[in-house]
């Protein structure tokens, strides 16, 4: 059964840096294009970045770009979200997911908590 | 770009049938196939209900269904139960706000 768990969240001060780690197991990682995910206290669903298969496109939000990097180890399949400059609206629960194509997210790790706060 | 628009809320009796918009554009749900649809009970994490406007994964009872017309993408839940009580998102590619504002369902 396909598997994901995400890691690395935590309490940081604003202007800080976090590095979000999801772990894959259950399926064949390297041919997956993943993504993550974000859900603020109370509020709805945002997309963040995407990655392809071998790492050699990314996509990200434009509120998130030249602070998030997606990247991913296909050799320990898994995926990262360096986050960089963190503000107080980053907080959120974030959670990487396998998209089977045009956003079909097919597979969620449970989630892993970011706050933002002095 | 203006995030896909649904209602904030719907409810309806067991047993009753509900059914739940998502509006976007000729950009997004009008012009591509790919409308996906998840259900997130409090505390967890987002489970895919409906692919590629109305397609059912394994395992998801077939009393929840999906369609679209124009720029309108819908899901309908029928013969309600009151493990449906959740919040449902529409998601569509086509641009940068893929998800829908959620509906919070609830069964009276």
């Known amino acids: 059964e396909a598997h994901l768990v995400e890691s690395g969240g935590g309490l940081v001060q604003p202007g800080g840096s976090l590095r979000l780690s999801c772990e894959a197991s259950?399926?064949?990682?390297?041919?997956?294009?993943m993504i993550w995910v974000r859900q603020a206290p109370g509020k709805g669903l945002e997309w963040l970045a995407s990655?392809?298969?071998?790492?050699?496109?990314?996509y990200y939000v434009d509120s998130v770009k030249g602070r998030f990097t997606i990247s991913r180890d296909n050799a320990k399949n898994s995926l990262y979200g360096q986050m960089n400059n963190l503000r107080a609206e980053d907080t959120a629960v974030y959670y990487c997911?396998?998209?089977?194509?045009?956003?079909?997210?097919?597979?969620w790790g449970q989630g892993t908590m970011v706050t933002v706060s002095s | 770009h203006s995030a896909l628009t649904q209602p904030p809320s719907a409810s309806g009796s067991p047993g009753q049938s509900v059914t739940v918009s998502c509006t976007g554009t000729?950009?997004?749900?009008?012009?591509?196939?790919?409308v996906s649809w998840y259900q997130q009970h409090p505390g967890k994490a987002p489970k895919l209900i409906i692919y590629?406007?109305?397609k059912r994964p394994s395992g998801v009872p077939d009393r929840f269904s999906g369609s679209k017309s124009g720029n309108t993408a819908s899901l309908t839940v029928s013969g309600l139960q009151a493990e449906d009580e959740a919040d449902y998102y529409c998601?569509?590619?086509?641009?940068?706000?893929?998800f829908g504002g959620g509906t919070k369902l609830t069964v009276l």
């Open positions: 590629e406007v109305n």
């Open positions: 000729s950009s997004d749900v009008g012009y591509y196939n790919s």
């Open positions: 997911a396998r998209d089977m194509g045009r956003f079909t997210l097919d597979v």
């Open positions: 990655i392809k298969e071998d790492g050699s496109e990314k």
């Open positions: 998601c569509s590619f086509g641009g940068q706000k893929i």
């Open positions: 259950g399926f064949t990682f390297s041919t997956a294009w």
